[in-house]
């Protein structure tokens, strides 16, 4: 097994940040707020690994900085301090000293997201098949018939209806939402893949479906997944390891089952005593 | 011959933050596992025989102690402090577990079940899941089963999937909770002769067995746990 992806001390600080900041908040000082200046640690001194084809899964309840993680990798965010290494077949890519376009190359290329809001991942002003295209034009794929059939395969594998291609997404199901911003995300057959609550608010027989979906293309392509939710059927159906955050730090980090059966840290504990 | 497991000074405690509490679950565990034999772990309920398998497996953290793994390729590895992808490298090609409840995917058919710890390995579809319909069929789950999920099977059906999916990945060591506990005598005894195939083609199994004839009948070594002396943390709640 490989590493595509390595994360060393990620931190995000929202506000101009003081000396105190780091000391001030943190799980024990049951805070993400800074009481000197009232900066938000939202992640600080976050390090992890991913391999190739490996769901990791990253638990916490809001606020604890778990979305703001993938939102930094995915440049959708900047980090205030940190590192991160994408392995690549072509070598190895240090995320955060890539310049815009560098940026934006990997972004449509090399990387996939699907966010709980389906707002944030599609352009609901084209068609369902036009969000497809969008981001096949994004990496170079400009010939129309290829687009078309692309997108009609990538639709029907997520099992969205054919005929249903043309409309907007504005005029689907939150469920059917979710599998065209997982087409979408696919349609360059990335090597990492992040996923941000996306079945949280679905009813549960589509939330099954989405994640059945999501480990078949898992199993099909072997693609790389950094699986974001509070909650903890998903971190068990879909991961293999996960980590635990909460006000912005890692406080555990191990395998799934390791993690569900024999937590170690005491808010970690508390969680999965609540959800059994 | 050389074991293939050594398990050294072994402890397993939790610690309960919320209620304040050390409870413990086994110590002081000396064993040895080899291929092409059985042993069992025996004593009462309490004295911590199944966080043996757990640690061993690492689905619990260790709180002491080493278990020294010689894996396929004769190189030593304690299992307490291997990382957490040799450990899922292991559990892939190497170590299996089949305890008393049947964890697996849902909405996916008994035979697709079984066959998973051979898909996740890379043999081809077809071939996987004719071996898993053929291994469910030893164990004598009737066909019309076999493409059901098995979450509304009975207690005694669930257990043959899940020995039926630990027998067929065919690991170098193989962990066994109470493998029998809710079957019928007859599809126990199809289990036991599974058992006995598996250690003639050498298959290292450490196992709890409910029964002691399947120890009698199974076992090649027998170790003994006691449960734990309390530790002080528990002893202060039991005075106080």
């Known amino acids: 097994m490989k590493k595509i992806l390595e994360v060393q001390n990620l931190a995000k600080l929202h506000g101009k940040g003081c000396p105190l900041c780091i000391e001030a908040t943190g799980p024990d000082n049951d805070t993400n707020v800074c009481p000197h200046c009232g900066t938000v640690v939202a992640a600080h001194g976050v390090s992890f690994d991913l391999y190739e084809g490996e769901i990791l899964g990253i638990m916490g309840e809001s606020g604890s900085g778990k979305s703001t993680l993938v939102k930094i990798l995915y440049f959708d965010e900047t980090p205030s301090a940190g590192e991160a290494r994408f392995f690549d077949a072509g070598g190895q890519h240090d995320l955060f000293a890539l310049n815009a376009a560098q940026q934006r190359w990997l972004r449509n290329h090399r990387f996939g997201m699907v966010y709980q809001n389906p707002h944030l991942g599609l352009n609901f002003n084209v068609s369902a098949g036009g969000n497809i295209a969008e981001r096949l034009l994004m990496s170079d794929v400009a010939h129309y018939g290829e687009i078309r059939s692309r997108a009609r395969e990538l639709l029907a594998r997520t099992e969205v209806l054919e005929n249903r291609m043309d409309e907007s997404p504005k005029r689907f199901s939150g469920g059917m939402q979710q599998r065209v911003q997982i087409a979408k995300a696919l349609a360059t057959r990335p090597p990492l893949l992040f996923l941000d609550e996306v079945t949280t608010g679905l009813d549960l027989s589509v939330q099954a479906r989405i994640l059945d979906l999501i480990l078949e293309i898992q199993q099909e392509l072997s693609t790389a997944m950094i699986v974001v939710t509070h909650d903890l059927g998903v971190i068990r159906l879909l991961t293999v390891r996960a980590i635990v955050m909460k006000y912005g730090r890692v406080i555990e980090a191990g395998l799934t089952d390791q993690i569900l059966e024999d937590p170690q840290h005491a808010y970690t504990q508390r969680l999965v005593a609540s959800a059994l | 011959m050389q074991a293939i497991l050594s398990i050294e000074g072994l402890a397993k405690h939790f610690q309960l933050h919320e209620q304040g509490k050390l409870i413990p679950s086994c110590a002081n565990v000396h064993l040895q596992v080899w291929p092409g034999r059985l042993t ?201």
């Not at chain 2, 697709?112 to 053929?134: H, N, T």
């Open chain 2, 40 to 240: 069992a772990l025996v004593g009462p309920t309490g004295a911590g025989k199944s966080s043996v398998l757990k640690c061993v497996y690492r689905t619990y953290l260790p709180s002491a102690g080493r278990m020294r793994y010689r894996d396929a390729e004769g190189h030593e590895i304690d299992l307490a402090q291997a990382s957490e992808h040799r450990l899922l490298a292991l559990r892939q090609d190497e170590i299996g577990f089949v305890t008393q409840f049947l964890h697996c995917l849902p909405r996916k058919g008994a035979a697709e079940v079984v066959a998973e710890p051979l898909l996740r390995r890379g043999e081809a579809r077809a071939a996987a899941l004719e071996r898993a319909r053929d291994m469910l069929d030893r164990l004598d789950i009737p066909e019309r089963l076999w493409n059901v999920p098995p979450a509304t099977f009975s207690g005694g059906e669930k257990q043959r999937v899940n020995l039926a999916r630990g027998f067929l990945a065919r690991p170098r060591l193989l962990l066994l909770d109470e493998p029998t506990a809710s079957l019928d005598p007859k599809t126990s005894e199809r289990v036991i002769e599974r058992i006995e195939t598996l250690k003639q083609d050498g298959v290292a199994m450490l196992a709890i067995f409910h029964h002691p004839d399947l120890v009698a009948r199974l076992a090649d070594h027998v170790v003994e746990l006691a449960p734990p002396m309390p530790l002080t943390e528990t002893l202060k709640e039991l005075t106080a």
